[in-house]
């Protein structure tokens, strides 16, 4: 029998792939439909602004579209950049994606800019 550690899976959720290009997000929620279905046990949202690799620009918002779609997976943040935003507005943002998803939120922070 496998250990829990090695049946853990982590879906990566990369919301397009530049600014210009917003059109890949249509994409990429499509994948993000799939990391249930697919038995994964996580889905997280990277935020990324204007860069050539990755972006989200609005982690906890998308999460909290997930949230109504999925029933099991944790859904969380691979980074949220607090500089970039109000402390009480990132607060609330989270506590609404666990009112949401019933708890199943994990989120991590970066506390200073490049």
């Not at 990391?35 to 609005?58: K, R, V």
């Not at 997976?73 to 994606?97: K, M, Q, S, Y």
Request: hydrophobic share 40%.
């Amino acid at each position: 029998m496998e250990s829990e550690n090695e049946s853990r899976y982590c879906a990566e959720h990369a919301f397009g792939t530049a600014a210009p290009r917003y059109s890949g997000g249509v994409r990429s929620s499509r994948e993000g439909d799939l990391a249930e279905p697919l038995g994964f046990d996580s889905l997280f949202a990277l935020e990324h602004h204007f860069t050539g690799y990755a972006m989200s620009p609005a982690p906890l918002e998308l999460l909290a579209y997930y949230a109504g779609r999925t029933k099991r997976i944790i859904l969380g943040t691979a980074v949220i950049v607090l500089p970039w935003h109000d402390p009480i507005r990132v607060a609330e943002g989270i506590a609404l994606l666990d009112i949401l998803s019933g708890g199943r939120w994990s989120v991590r922070f970066w506390p200073r800019r490049r």
